[in-house]
C-alpha cells in the first residue's frame, strides 16, 4: 500500500522540478545560455539516466504496497497493518525530507557522490532486508536504508536536466519522470512472481540487482555542465504570510494526507474481502501505476490552455469521488476499473501541484525554497497519512473509515483549492498572482507567464488588454538579443541569476561635421610626420604596438640599431643576439612549459621541445591533437622504472639466468638466437653511436654461453648486464621476422630489459662495460617508451662518464681497445645527451668548452687489438667516418639550440609572455656551417644521383646523416613556420620571414622524400625511432600551411603531395615497430600493438581534404558556373599527381575505419561536393561516397596522431 504513496508522492515531487523547469536549481551567472539544449545524443542520455534514477526512487517506493501485503500474511503477521504501514512512511518521508540535505550537496558540487552513495544505500538496503526476520531489522533496511539512498537518488534526476533542455524541458522531465511509474508495475510484479518461486529473501535480493544495475546506467551517462554558485536558503518564512501559499500548501497537506490510503489498502482490502484473488490482488498497483502514467501527461496539455488551477481542483476532486466510490465497490471489475481511473486522475492532481506553485512564486529566484518548504509539509502528511488510517482500520477492524477518510481529506484540498481560484479572481486590485488564472477565449482561464495560448486562439485586442507593451528591455537581454517580460527581474534574467538591470540605453553619438574630420586628419598627420622625426625606425602600422605600455616604447627607442629594420614587434619584445645586424621576428614564445600530469608529476619542456611546438599548433588549431587516454592493455615500458628489481639466482642450467621465484623467467635465448639479436642490434640502432668493440664482445659471449653459471667469474657477471641489454634491443629490431608481431617481440625485449636492470648497479657505474649496458638500456627505451623516459639513464651515462674522466684526453695505462672505447662511449653519450636533451627542451650536460676529447679513430673493430693498431687496406671505408660526421653535426645543433631557441631574455627579464627576435645573421652562419658539413662528408658517404654511388653497407648511414642535416635545417626554421601565410606577407612584413618560413616547408618536404627512400630501399624499420620523429613532424609541418592558408591555389603541389608520402611512410611503419606509436600515437594507440594503418592514413588524408575543400575556388563549388567544368578538368589533373601505388579503399572500408570515433555536429558534404573531392584526391578514394566524406570530415581534427610529450 505505501508502494502506491510513495509512486504518486514521487511523480509529485518528480514533476515539481521537472514542470517548474527545474528552476530551483540556480544557475550561475556565468552561465553560457547559448549552449546548445534540446538536442544531442549527450542531453538524451541524461534523460534515460534520470528516468532510471526515478525508476530506483519513487518506483522502489511503489513497491512497498505488495510488500505490505507480504508482510501481513506472512513473517510480519503478529504486527497489526498501521504499524507496518509506518516502514513504507518513513521510507516515502525519507525520500522528500533527505531532499533537504541532498539539495545543498549538489549545488555544492557533489552529484558525483550522491549518485554512488545513493545507489550503495538502496542496494544495501534491499540485500539486508533480506537477512530481516524481525519488525526493527526491517524498519532500518528498508525504512531507512532504502529511504536515504532514495533520497540522495532523487534530487540529482530532477537537477541535472534544466542544464540541457529548455524549450523541452517539459517533455524531457515528463518522459525521466515516467520511470517512477514504470518501476511501480515492474518491481511489484518481480517481487510477486518471485517470492513464490524462489523465496522472499531471493526476490528482495533480486530488486537491489535490478537497482544495482540500473543505477550504474544513471552514473556513467549523467554529467552536469555547471554548478550552481548561489546556494538557495532553506527557509523562507515570510511566504508563509502570503494567503494564497499558505492555502496551497494547506490544501496539499490534507491531499497528500489521505491521497496514498488508496495505493496502500486498495490491495490487501480486496484479497482480504474477497474480491480479488490473491494473483490479482498483487497487480491492482501495477495497474494503478500504469493508469497514472497516462494520467499525468494529458492534464499538462490541457493546462497550457486552460491554467493549472483550473484543472487541479477538478482532479482533486474527481480522485475525491472515486475515493468515495471505493466505499461501494464489491465486485473484481469493479474494483479493475476504479483502480484505473483512481490513477489517471491522480496522476493529473499531483502533476500539476509543482505547476500551481511556480505561478504563484513572484520571484522565481525563492522558487527553490518555497518548494522546499512545500516538501518539507508534505512528507510530514505522508509520514502521518497511512498510519493514521491504518490505526483507523485497526481500531474498527474495517475499511469503510479508511475509505472515508481518503475521500473526505482529497474533497477538503478541493475545496480548499477552489477558493483560492475564486480569491484571485476577485482581487481587482492585486495583481501578484495574476498569473495564475486569466481569462482564456473559451472563458476559461490561462497562464501568462508560463502558458501562453496559440496565436490564431488570441486576437490582438485581447492580447493588448492582457499586458502593457514593453518599452525596453534590460541590459542583459538587450545584449544577447532576446525577448524581456519588462519584470524587474524578467524571467530570463530570475532563471539564469543574472542581474537584472535597465541602465539608460545610451545615448546616440553625435554626428561629426566634414571639417571637423579634415582637422583630425591633419593633426594626424603632423603628429606621424613628428614621429617619424624623432625616431625614424618606430612602426606606426605595428599592430601588436602597445600604446599603453610606456616601458614597451622606452623599450624600443634604447634599441641603438640604426642600420637595422626592425619588423613588426610584439610587446615585450627581446633580442636573442646583441649582433650588430637585422633582426627578424617576432617568433615564438620565448618561455618553456611545465606541465602536471594526472599522478601529480611535473614535468618541463623547454623551447626546442617538439612540445612547444605541438601546443603552438593546438592553441591556434584547436583540439588537434586528442589525449592519450589512461589505461593499457600491455605493460608500457616507462611502468617498470618504478618496479623493484629481479633477485638473480643461480641455476643448474649451463646456459640460463633465473629470476627468484615470483618473477618474471627471463632465460637467456638460445646460442644461435642470441647472436642473431645482437647483431641484429649492432647493424640496426648502432649505425651512428658505435660504441662497442666487436671481437671483444664476442668473445666474452662466447664465454658465457661456455660457462655455466656457477662457473661464472668477475668478467662474465660483469658482461651479463650488457648482454641482455643488447638482446632487448635486437628484440624491437626483430619485430618483422618474430612470429608473434612488434607486441610479441617488444614483451621479450623488456624482460631482458628489466633483468639488465636487476643485474646493473646504477648508482656504480665505474667501468665501460656498465657504461655500454647503460647505452643500450638508452636505445631501447628510445625506441619503445615515451623520450623522458631514457632522459635520467642518460644523466647516469653522463656523470659516469665524467666520472672516469672519458671527456678528457688522458694518457693513461690504456690498450688501445680501452683508448678507443673510451673516445667511442663518451661521443655516444655526448650525443645522445645533445639529441634527447634539444627534443625536451632541457639543458645540455656538457659544454664543448669542457672537452678536449679526441674522436675516434676511423678504423674497424678487426684492426684493433690489444696489441695494437693493424693498418686498414686502402680500399676499405670504415664505418667511423659515418659516426664521426654525425658528431660534428652535434656542435651544428649545440649552436642551433643556443640562437635560435635562447634562454636568457636579452633586454627584458621576468616576462613569462616574451617573445623574441633572431639575428639574421646568425641564420646565414648556421647556415654555412651545415653547407660545410654537407660538402665535407667523404665521398663514400654523399648520395648525388649516380656520380658518386654509395656501396651497400653504408647506404644506410649516408640516409641517415642526410636525414639528420635536414632535420637540423628544419629546427633551425622552425621557429617562422607561422610566417608561412599568405596573410603576414599582406602585412608588409620582412620578406626574410617568408623565406625563412618556406625554407622549413622545403626542410620537411626533404626529410619525407629521405624516409620514403629508406623505407623503399627496405633501410628502414619500425623501431627507428629518430626516423619516425622527424618523419611525423615534417608531415605535420606540410599540414600547417595547408590550415593556415587561405589561398589554396598559392600552395605547391609537392606540400600536399608531401603530406601523403609522409603519411604512407608512417603507416607502413607502423606494422613493424613500436617507435610509430612511442613517437605519433593515435588516442586508440596507447598498448603494444602496431596503429591501425586505415585511420594512421586517414586521419591527415582527410584533414588535408577538408582544408583544401573548404578554401577551393567560389567557382568550382558553384553548380551553375560555366567554368566549373573547367576546374573540374584542371582538378582531376591536379589529382594525377598523388601517389596510386596504396592499397585501394572502399566504402566499406571507410565505414569500418569511424565506427569507434564519437560523432561530433559537422556541416554535412553534398553529393556534388563529394564528386568535387574525388577529384581532388587519389583515384583509390573514387569508390567513397558522400557518407563516407561526411563521416571524414565530421572527425577532422579528433583523432590526429597524437606525438607523446616527451618525443
Known sequence: ??????????????????????????????????????????????????????????????????????????????????????????????????????????????????????????????????????????????????????????????????????????????IAATGASIGGVIYPIMFYRLEQQVGFPWATRALGFVCLGTCAVSIAVMRVRTTPKQRRALLQLSAFKELQYSLFCLAMFFGFLGFYNFLSYVQPWAIQQGVV??????????????????????????????????????????????????????????????????????????????????????????????LGMMFAVLSVALLLGTPIGGAILSGSNSYTGVQAFCGATIALCSIITLCMKSGLQQTPGDDSHSDVTSSGPNGGDETRRYERPPPQQTNRSELSKKRKRIMHACDECRRKKIKCDGRKPCFHCAVYSYACTYDDPLKRGRVISPRQVEAIETRLQRAERLLQILEPSLDLNDLYLNTNSPEQIAAMLRQQTPDSEIPTTRHNVAVADTADDSLLGPVMENSGSLDLDNKGQWNYNGQSSTTIFMQRLQNQFGNLIAPVPAGSRSKRVDQILSEPQLEIQGSQNSNSIKPSPGSVDCSLPPESRARELCQLSFDEACI?????????????????????????????????????????????????????????????????????????????????????????????LQSSAPLIACYPYIGIAQRASLRLGLHRKIQGNFNPIQRELRKRIFWAVYGMDVYVSTRLGLPIAIHGEDIDQEYPLEIDDVFITPAGIVPMPPSR???????????????????????????????????????????YSKIKEIETCLQEWMDGLPLALQSQGGSHPVSTPLERTSQLLRLAHAHVRWMLYRPFLQFVSQGFQAEGLDMRLYTCADACVSASRNIIDITRDMQAKGLLSGAHWFPMHATYFATLTLIYPVLEDKQVPTLKPDIIDGAFEGMNVLEALAKNGLAIERCPRLPVSCYFTPVPPLRLHYHVLTDIAKSLFKYLPEKICSPNDQTRTVHLHQARVQSQTYPTSKTPVHTTQLSSAFSNLHSVQEPSVSQEDADLMRMILPSEFVTAQADDFDDMFTHFGMDMFYMNNHS
Not at 500500500?1 to 527545474?22: D, F
Request: net charge negative; aromatic share 14%.
Open 1 to 174: 500500500m505505501t508502494a502506491s504513496m510513495h509512486e504518486e508522492a514521487g511523480e509529485s515531487q518528480a514533476t515539481v522540478h521537472a514542470s517548474a523547469g527545474i528552476l530551483l536549481e540556480k544557475v550561475p551567472k556565468d552561465y553560457n545560455v547559448q549552449l546548445d539544449f534540446d538536442k544531442g545524443v549527450k542531453a538524451w542520455l541524461q534523460v534515460l539516466g534520470a528516468f532510471f534514477l526515478w525508476f530506483n526512487s519513487w518506483g522502489i517506493i511503489n513497491t512497498f504496497g505488495v510488500f505490505q501485503t507480504f508482510y501481513e500474511q506472512d513473517i510480519l503477521s503478529n504486527m497489526s497493518a498501521d504499524s507496518i504501514a509506518w516502514i513504507g512512511s518513513v521510507e516515502s518521508f525519507l525520500l522528500l525530507f533527505v531532499g533537504v540535505i541532498t539539495g545543498p550537496l549538489f549545488d555544492a558540487g557533489y552529484f558525483y557522490v550522491l549518485l554512488p552513495f545513493g545507489s550503495f544505500m538502496v542496494t544495501f538496503g534491499y540485500m539486508m532486508t533480506s537477512l530481516a526476520s524481525e519488525y526493527y531489522q526491517i524498519m532500518l533496511a528498508q525504512g531507512l536504508c532504502v529511504g536515504i539512498g532514495t533520497g540522495c537518488l532523487f534530487v540529482p534526476a530532477v537537477a541535472v536536466l534544466p542544464q540541457y533542455f529548455e524549450k523541452q524541458k517539459a517533455l524531457a522531465n515528463g
Open 277 to 370: 484473488s490473491n494473483n490479482l490482488g498483487f497487480y491492482l498497483v501495477p495497474i494503478l501505476n500504469a493508469a497514472s502514467t497516462f494520467g499525468r501527461i494529458t492534464p499538462n496539455f490541457l493546462a497550457d490552455l486552460w491554467g493549472p488551477l483550473n484543472l487541479l481542483s477538478p482532479a482533486a476532486g474527481v480522485t475525491a469521488i472515486l475515493a468515495f466510490c471505493w466505499i461501494a465497490v464489491h465486485s473484481t471489475a469493479g474494483i479493475i476499473v476504479l483502480t484505473i481511473l483512481y490513477g489517471g486522475f491522480s496522476g493529473g492532481f499531483v502533476s500539476l501541484t509543482p505547476v500551481v506553485m511556480i505561478v504563484l512564486t513572484e520571484d522565481l529566484r525563492d522558487l527553490g525554497t518555497r
Open 688 to 780: 651512428c653511436y658505435h660504441f662497442i668493440h666487436k671481437p671483444s664482445f664476442w668473445t666474452s659471449f662466447d664465454q658465457i654461453y661456455a660457462t655455466t653459471w656457477d662457473n661464472y667469474g668477475v668478467e662474465e657477471r660483469a658482461f651479463l648486464p650488457l648482454l641482455y641489454a643488447v638482446i632487448s634491443v635486437g628484440c624491437l629490431f626483430s619485430s618483422t621476422e618474430h612470429t608473434g608481431g612488434s607486441e610479441s617481440a617488444a614483451i621479450q625485449g623488456l624482460q631482458y630489459f628489466n633483468t639488465c636492470r636487476a643485474l646493473l648497479d646504477l648508482t656504480d657505474c665505474h667501468d665501460l662495460t656498465s657504461l655500454q649496458a647503460v647505452l643500450f638500456m638508452v636505445l631501447f
Open 877 to 919: 671505408v670504415s664505418a667511423m667516418i659515418g659516426v664521426n660526421a654525425h658528431t660534428r653535426l652535434l656542435d651544428i645543433i649545440v649552436q642551433v639550440v643556443k640562437h635560435i631557441y635562447p634562454v636568457e631574455l636579452a633586454k627584458l627579464q621576468g616576462q613569462p609572455d616574451n617573445t623574441y627576435m633572431i639575428s
